[in-house]
């Protein structure tokens, strides 16, 4: 791939570029909200959209605390990992479907690679659901591997809100945070970019987010290019040496 071009017209050095998944780079999101909802019906219940809402981008577990205080069960520790296998097996099975890029996704991944700066994808997604995402992510680059590492939620000591993830995949690919951008969607996923120290764009999608020093806010992906991110990484480096 050659060696990349990290400076950006800021001066700013682009040592990597980090993803998010479902809600961030593919129309994914919307199948554990169904699922969700599915599992509030078996239980007897309706969960509200405000729930809804606030489970995104969070570990399933957090998720399944906000789905039962909602719709007011009460469920024990068995009971739980039961409810997370089925969540999981029901999202498995609408994500084997046809899966859709979130609008300028797939052209901003393009032009990353092309480049050759290095990328992850980090998702609160445990393995064997991301890995039917990435097979689908893969067909759409076939000349190169869209990731150079991948990091998912049953493989970190924590999960978003916690840098944990981030941070291990900037330990994977051998860079330092004040060089990366994370691209999300979440209050979960940015809270824990700009914790690991990155710069953050986000596109919010299920959930409104409010701007923050570090944080940018965009209304898609389209038109979002690298000079773009280098303009994200000299914003959060403006805003650290304010400090």
Request: proline share 6%; aromatic share 4%.
């Amino acid at each position: 791939m050659g060696t990349p071009d990290t400076s950006g017209p800021s001066g700013a050095r682009l040592a990597a570029v980090l993803f998010d998944m479902d809600g961030t780079l593919v129309e994914t999101e919307q199948y554990w909200g169904e699922a969700m909802f599915a599992l509030a019906r078996e239980l007897g219940g309706a969960l509200s959209e405000a729930a809804r809402e606030r489970t995104v981008g969070t570990s399933m577990r957090t998720s399944l605390g906000i789905l039962y205080a909602d719709i007011g069960v009460e469920r024990s520790e068995e009971q739980l990992v039961a409810d997370t296998h089925w969540v999981e097996d029901r999202t498995a099975e609408l994500l084997g479907g046809e899966i859709h890029w979130r609008p300028g996704a797939r052209e901003l991944l393009g032009e990353i690679r092309h480049a050759a700066v290095p990328t992850a994808l980090v998702t609160t997604t445990p393995r064997r659901l991301a890995d039917i995402v990435l097979g689908a992510i893969g067909r759409a680059f076939p000349d190169v591997p869209p990731f150079d590492t991948t990091v998912c939620g049953d493989e970190v000591p924590a999960r978003k809100p916690d840098p944990a993830p981030y941070l291990q995949a900037m330990a994977e690919l051998g860079v330092e945070a004040s060089g990366c951008v994370v691209v999300e969607d979440s209050v979960a996923g940015s809270t824990a970019g700009l914790a690991a120290g990155a710069a953050v764009l986000a596109v919010p999608s299920l959930q409104p987010l409010t701007a923050v020093p570090g944080l940018v806010l965009r209304d898609t992906l389209v038109g979002v290019d690298l000079a773009e991110l280098h303009a994200v990484l000299a914003a959060r480096a403006a805003v650290d040496a304010r400090a």
